[in-house]
């Protein structure tokens, strides 16, 4: 199984909004609407911030969405701020009733 | 409050095994699954599978056969990672995550802390 393909990084201003882009197959994104987003900062364990596409669990802000068209999920932070530059994970269910991750994304606040 | 804390971090010799465990506690250990995450330094998430805490059966993620055992101590709330015939590749990071609710086991909404494992001679 693949990774998911994720931008090496994204980069914005504080107040922006940025989406972070997470492309699969229709054997894993595009299939399911499993697809879930994590932030990590180093050292740290990641945190989940998205589930099943477009849920957001308690205590995360608003400013995070996350949506899917065809084989690609997205993750948009929307009024950027300094306390977001973190590395963002997608992943998703599989066919194969795995798991798989993309391969990260550097969130840089400018 | 929901934990899961980990065991400390260990240093191997290349060909020894290790034994990493993770400790649940403020749930009930056998209504959630754990799974198991591997992070190599500087490098992305991997999952490497998944066991059953009702039925201790075991999923591995490709790549992570043949050397990767989960197993259970229900007894204690507690589940492990033992890797054995360690390699330099497997120096890495190794998270345990349980399922968040809602998320048909699919997302991870609580994990352990992390443990490092060193493989070095």
């Known amino acids: 199984q693949s990774a998911l393909t994720q931008p090496a990084s994204v980069s914005g201003s504080p107040g922006q909004s940025i989406t972070i882009s997470c492309t699969g197959t229709s054997s894993d994104v595009g299939g399911y609407n499993s697809v879930s987003w994590y932030q990590q900062y180093p050292g740290k364990a990641p945190k989940l911030m998205i589930y099943e596409v477009s849920n957001r669990p308690s205590g995360v802000s608003d400013r995070f969405s996350g949506s899917k068209s065809g084989n690609t999920a997205s993750l948009t932070i929307s009024g950027l701020q300094a306390e977001d530059e973190a590395d963002y994970y997608c992943s998703s269910y599989t066919s194969s009733s795995t798991r798989v991750f993309g391969g990260g994304t550097k969130v840089t606040v400018l | 409050q929901v934990q899961l804390v980990q065991s400390g971090s260990e240093l191997k010799k290349p060909g020894a095994s290790v034994k990493v465990s993770c400790k649940a506690s403020g749930y009930t250990f056998t209504t959630y699954s754990m799974n198991w995450v591997r992070q190599a330094p500087g490098q992305g998430l991997e999952w490497m599978g998944w066991?059953?805490?009702?039925?201790?059966?075991?999923t591995y993620a490709p790549g992570f056969t043949g050397r990767f055992v989960f197993s259970l101590d229900t007894s204690v709330s507690t589940a492990y990672l033992q890797i054995s015939n360690l390699k330099a590749d497997d120096t890495a990071v190794y998270y345990c995550a349980r399922p968040a609710v809602g998320s048909k086991g699919n997302a991870f909404d609580i994990w352990g802390q992390g443990t490092m494992v060193t493989v070095s001679s």
């Open positions: 066991i059953n805490t009702n039925t201790g059966n075991p």
